[in-house]
């Protein structure tokens, strides 16, 4: 059957292409040269020059970690960047600080390494890269893409977010397993795709995207959401988004 169109009349079915029988059978599909060789210089470039024109970490510092405690903390600007781009470092790119939560916070500044070299301490910037005059603009709503996501069954889909991920070497905290749908919940069934291109060749060795085949099928095991505390008690002092 159809993953995202469970409903679907055995004439869709039979005629779906090979893709989607295969995205439907494991859960994901992998393109080889999805994107050519100028669009992908056009999507780092505009990142190089975001990065170096429209960042200014010692106005605004903010972290992405992976772990539990992290997710916590980011609430704030995770809400905050759904229509912008924003700006994540990496932990480790920064200067040890003392003191508690907010004051290490005020206190944040990159390692002097990374002062002429602000792209190397990003961790990852987003959630609205398509949202901006540009190449994620032109790439996210190209015709190819529309193509691509209703070949797979999608009949009237939206773009939640977008974002570009870096892999730095020497820094940087391990990923670990996690569903999106954690992150971006769709009800009443959970159709939400996620769409990686590779700007940069992905590999065992430097740490390639993993997938266990049939996931999609499994039932969604915890999910970030909007406080109560914060926002039903007014409660300030508390994150706006928990497990």
Not at 56 to 61: I, R
Request: one cysteine or more; proline letters at 6%; hydrophobic letters at 35%.
């Amino acid at each position: 059957p159809s993953w995202v169109r469970p409903d679907a009349n055995d004439h869709w079915l039979n005629e779906r292409s090979e893709a989607c029988r295969v995205f439907d059978t494991h859960g994901f599909l992998v393109i080889p040269q999805f994107s050519d060789a100028s669009q992908v210089h056009a999507l780092k470039e505009q990142m190089r020059d975001l990065a170096e024109n429209h960042w200014d970490p010692s106005a605004s510092l903010d972290t992405f970690g992976t772990d539990s405690a992290s997710n916590t903390r980011r609430g704030d600007y995770f809400l905050d960047s759904s229509n912008k781009v924003h700006f994540f470092a990496e932990p480790t790119a920064l200067l040890e600080t003392q003191g508690d939560q907010q004051q290490q916070q005020q206190q944040q500044q990159l390692k002097p390494e990374f002062l002429n070299d602000k792209m190397a301490a990003l961790n990852k910037a987003g959630h609205g890269m398509h949202t901006i005059t540009g190449s994620f603009r032109d790439y996210t709503l190209s015709q190819k893409m529309r193509d691509l996501v209703t070949d797979l069954g999608w009949q009237d889909p939206v773009v939640p977010q977008s974002m570009y991920i870096f892999k730095q070497p020497q820094i940087g905290g391990t990923v670990h397993s996690h569903q999106d749908s954690t992150f971006l919940l769709t009800e009443p069934r959970q159709t939400c795709l996620g769409l990686w291109l590779a700007l940069d060749d992905a590999t065992l060795e430097n740490g390639c995207l993993w997938v266990r085949p049939g996931s999609h099928r499994e039932p969604l095991r915890r999910q970030f959401i909007r406080n109560p505390q914060y926002f039903d008690e007014q409660d300030t002092s508390a994150p706006k988004l928990v497990f």
